[in-house]
């Protein structure tokens, strides 16, 4: 049997980026940096859950500690006049007040609009665990879902997979709707990838999507013109 390894993993340095990142951060505190960006992404999920959050991003150094939020419905998590975002702030700062830091970083909030919602994988997997959950046959979910994601032009390959008691059976199985190319295998392909659960009165149904939107190269932009001519007699 082969080890499934998560598609987010392998391609980190390649065309990901960490999802927190710590600038001048000290290795002795190490420890206490992830215990606290594990903490703020708990609070987070729960403030922040039918919101639409795509992906919470952690950046620190010395003084300062920065949250991106991306979301589709900003309006939501910003609120009447920055009153959902003076919230947040107050909440997180509550939270690393239990946590008994030894320095107290300086807050900073910051909200980032998705406009394409069919390509993360996030909150695709929402928006199947929302139907799920208002029970609607979940064969009909999956393929109204994938069907609006590959509408999107950036999509070009998506697979979701729901298992559990599907339809409330007596025995869990597993099912998936699929359309499009997704290559794990390929490292240069931009894939998405998210986990969620629907929460049903007969039990939990788990919930993946895998999204492909297309491959990422390196970029030519800064290249010289001898560089351009010496990569085009290459190709002759």
Not at 160 to 170: E, N, Q, W, Y
Request: a positive charge; hydrophobic letters at 35%.
């Amino acid at each position: 049997m082969t080890h499934i390894a998560h598609p987010y993993v392998q391609r980190l340095g390649i065309n990901r980026d960490w999802k927190s990142r710590w600038f001048a951060a000290d290795p002795k505190k190490y420890r206490e940096y992830l215990r606290t960006d594990a903490a703020i992404r708990k609070l987070l999920a729960k403030k922040l859950k039918g919101m639409s959050v795509a992906a919470v991003e952690i950046e620190r150094d010395e003084k300062a500690l920065r949250i991106l939020i991306k979301t589709a419905r900003p309006g939501l998590v910003i609120g009447r006049s920055g009153e959902g975002a003076t919230q947040l702030r107050k909440d997180v700062d509550q939270l690393l007040r239990t946590l008994k830091l030894s320095e107290k970083p300086e807050i900073k909030i910051d909200i980032e609009e998705v406009r394409s919602v069919e390509t993360s994988a996030t909150i695709v997997a929402q928006m199947v665990a929302e139907g799920l959950e208002k029970r609607m046959p979940f064969r009909r979910v999956l393929k109204q879902t994938v069907e609006k994601c590959m509408a999107n032009r950036d999509v070009q390959g998506v697979r979701i997979s729901v298992s559990g008691r599907l339809g409330g059976a007596d025995m869990a199985r597993r099912e998936e709707q699929k359309k499009g190319r997704i290559p794990l295998q390929t490292l240069r392909a931009d894939i998405d990838f998210a986990r969620e659960r629907a929460n049903l009165p007969y039990g939990v149904i788990g919930i993946k999507v895998w999204i492909y939107r297309g491959d990422v190269f390196e970029d030519r932009k800064g290249e010289t013109s001898e560089g351009k001519r010496a990569r085009r007699s290459n190709r002759v």
